[in-house]
């Protein structure tokens, strides 16, 4: 037996203003995006900003139905839409903010497992990582260089 240690390293902003005036642009446009959002169950609201490397920003928001389960994260609304009308950009960077009508976020939200793996598709498939930021409603923000740095083991068409 022989064990393994995997360490994840991140770098943590005091908050938008820390960032510099590119990503603040991008943040801004994913608070944008989160004011969009349709969660009447979850009261729990999510945007996206995605920078592609053809200078295009994509926008997603969380979209939610009465059938609760089906509805669609935030970060696969945005990088699907972004897949099916720029097949061939890359995606750069992400910005993630979400809030709560419930109670105030200012702990970063990173994104779900089930969107981790759709972005660890994109990684993959682009040959390139997707450097990522996210925050709450307000306060601290996080940057991630990869997904690979937040699911280090990643399930992918190489065990298929």
Do not use: H, W
């Amino acid at each position: 037996m022989k064990e393994v240690k995997i360490e994840s390293v991140f770098q943590v902003y005091e908050g938008i203003l820390e960032l510099p005036e590119d990503l603040q642009e991008l943040m801004q446009k994913a608070i944008e995006a989160r004011q969009k959002a349709y969660a009447p169950y979850s009261k729990f609201y999510v945007g996206v900003a995605l920078l592609l490397d053809n200078n295009e920003v994509v926008l997603g928001s969380n979209q939610e139905n009465a059938s609760y389960p089906s509805g669609l994260c935030a970060e696969r609304t945005a990088i699907y839409y972004a897949g099916a009308q720029y097949p061939k950009a890359k995606i750069l960077k992400m910005a993630i903010t979400a809030a709560s009508q419930l109670r105030t976020t200012l702990e970063p939200i990173p994104p779900c497992g089930a969107c981790r793996q759709s972005i660890s598709e994109y990684e993959i498939r682009q040959k390139s990582p997707i450097e990522m930021y996210f925050m709450g409603e307000r306060g601290k923000v996080v940057r991630s260089y990869s997904l690979s740095n937040l699911l280090p083991l990643i399930f992918d068409k190489s065990q298929l």
